[in-house]
């Protein structure tokens, strides 16, 4: 009876293989992903930004900042916040925090542009009667979409760099 079961599961296992399915962090695309180690991350104004900077060197170059960067990525941060859920009082309880980041990925030595993307993010949070606890609400939104914009970024990275190195470029 368990024979029937495990057929469906290998049946699975050898389709996703067929498919040209590959994890992004899996051994095969470590070359990949070692091409992080040579991105030079670049200066982000304001406080988002300095967040989002400080997360993306922690997800790019976890040994420290590279010695002799390739690459140069650019980062561009747009906030916004939206209220909803409005009270008959026509106070808000509940607001959107919106964060777009737009990068680039560009060569050193040529300065040619690589890749470009947009990493978008919309978390919701609190508006309280207390003024500092809606204060921590937000800043705690805030962490929450730049981690979730880092990650974003990294994995669009990654399949960029695992698409070069599939095509040979």
Known sequence: MSFYKTIPLIGCLLFIQACGFQPLYGVS???????FDHIKVESIPDRVGQLLHNRLLTALNPKGRPKNPLYVLTVKVHESSTSLAVRK?????????????GFGLTTIKTGESLYSGAS????????????????AAEKDARSRA?????HGIRNQL????SRAQAGGS
């Open 29 to 35: 695309s470590s070359t990949a992903m070692s091409e």
């Open 89 to 101: 009082s026509a106070f808000a309880t509940r607001a959107n925090l919106n964060v777009k980041a």
């Open 120 to 135: 978008v993010i919309t978390v919701s949070y609190n508006i309280l009667d207390s003024e500092f606890a809606t204060l």
């Open 146 to 150: 730049v981690r979730e914009v880092s």
């Open 158 to 161: 990654g399949v960029y760099f």
